[in-house]
């Protein structure tokens, strides 16, 4: 699995306490890297107001990357 990065925050995420969030959502792009290529796979969370969160993949808003090229 390739670098994580918070493509979105939500108007309504909370502050972060201790690296937890307790209220609103977030976006987070996933890349996996497999056999030389890369899918990227956007994740939505949604905070359960307990510490934890809840997860959303949706199989139609993940991306198949081009292939790398390799400089010359």
């Not at 502050?15 to 056999?35: F, H, K, M, N, Q």
């Amino acid at each position: 699995m390739g670098v994580t990065r918070v493509a979105k925050e939500e108007p309504s995420l909370g502050a972060d306490v201790y690296g937890v969030r307790y209220t609103g959502s977030w976006i987070e792009v996933w890349p996996i890297e497999l056999c030389g290529r890369t899918i990227e796979v956007a994740v939505r969370f949604t905070a359960d107001g307990d510490g934890g969160a809840y997860a959303d993949l949706k199989g139609t808003e993940a991306k198949l990357l081009p292939p790398a090229t390799k400089a010359s």
